[in-house]
C-alpha cells in the first residue's frame, strides 16, 4: 500500500503560481494530479512516470508543469497563470501504468482562485 500526502494549495489570486507538492511512501511508476471541481467530474490535469513520459490536459498545457524527483518518490505541479476555473480540489494519484487508472489517491488539497 503506497500513501500519498500532499502539500500547497490555499486561496491565490488569479494569475499567481502556487506549487503542489505529493511524497508518496514508496517508488511507484506513474505520479500525477488529477482535480474535481465542484458540481463535475474528476479529472486527470498532469501525469508523469519514473522514465520521464508526461502527459497533460489541454485545459492546463502551457500554464503547468509537472516535474517529479524519483529519489525523494515526490511529484511537483507549478501551476502558473492560474484561472478562477481552475478551482478545485487537487488530488494525488499514483499507479504502475502511464494511462491507466491509479490505484492510490491523496486526501486531496483545495486550490481556490480568486479574481
Known amino acids: 500500500q503506497v500513501q500519498l500526502v500532499e502539500s500547497g494549495g490555499g486561496l491565490v489570486q488569479a494569475g499567481g503560481s502556487p506549487r503542489l507538492s505529493c511524497a508518496a511512501s514508496?517508488?511507484?511508476?506513474?505520479m500525477g494530479w488529477h482535480r474535481q471541481a465542484p458540481g463535475k467530474q474528476r479529472e486527470l490535469v498532469a501525469t508523469?512516470?519514473?522514465?520521464?513520459?508526461?502527459r497533460y490536459a489541454e485545459s492546463v498545457k502551457g500554464r503547468f508543469t509537472i516535474s517529479r524527483d524519483n529519489a525523494k518518490n515526490t511529484v511537483y505541479l507549478e501551476m502558473n497563470s492560474l484561472k478562477p476555473e481552475d478551482t478545485a480540489v487537487y488530488y494525488c494519484?499514483?499507479?504502475?501504468?502511464?494511462?491507466?487508472?491509479?490505484?492510490?489517491w491523496g486526501q486531496g488539497t483545495q486550490v481556490t482562485v480568486s479574481s
Open positions: 494519484a499514483a499507479g504502475p501504468t502511464f494511462s491507466g487508472t491509479p490505484n492510490y
Open positions: 514508496g517508488s511507484i511508476f506513474s
Open positions: 508523469i512516470t519514473r522514465i520521464g513520459n508526461i
